[in-house]
C-alpha cells in the first residue's frame, strides 16, 4: 500500500489549506485512513482519522476547525482558522482494520509528510 499526501504550503493566521492523500496499491480497503502531525521536537500526534463507513474522529486542538472527508480510498483534511500551532510536518497514515487508533505506533501504513507553515 502506498499513500501520497498533497496540499500542505504556507499561509497565514486565520488561513484555510486543504490536504489530500491517496491509497494505492494492492488492496481492497483501508480500514481506516487519517493524518497525524509533528512539530519540530515534538512527537507525532493525532489530527483527525475517519474510517470506511465514515466514522470520523479528531485531536482536541483542531476540533471545530478541521474536518476530514473521504471518497473510497482519498482522503481530505479541509483545515480552517489555521494558527501557528498547527504548524507541523503533517503525515497521512493508514491500517487495513477500522476502528479508533490515537498513536503514530498503530499505523501500518505512511505516507511522505508534507509541511504546513502558518504564520503572520
Known amino acids: 500500500v502506498q499513500l501520497q499526501a498533497s496540499g500542505g504550503g504556507q499561509v497565514q493566521i486565520g488561513g484555510s489549506l486543504r490536504l489530500s492523500c491517496t491509497a494505492s496499491g494492492r488492496f481492497v480497503s483501508l480500514g481506516v485512513m487519517g493524518w497525524l502531525r509533528q512539530a519540530p521536537g515534538n512527537g507525532r500526534e493525532l489530527v483527525s482519522t475517519?474510517?470506511?463507513?465514515?466514522t470520523s474522529m479528531y485531536g482536541d486542538s483542531v476540533k471545530g476547525r478541521f474536518t476530514i472527508s473521504r471518497d473510497k480510498n482519498t482522503v481530505y483534511l479541509q483545515m480552517h482558522s489555521l494558527k501557528p500551532e498547527d504548524t507541523a510536518v503533517y503525515y497521512c497514515a493508514g491500517k487495513i482494520t477500522s476502528g479508533r487508533y490515537w498513536y503514530d505506533f498503530e499505523y501500518e501504513y505512511w505516507g511522505q509528510g508534507t509541511q504546513v507553515t502558518v504564520s503572520s
Open positions: 475517519i474510517t470506511s463507513d465514515g
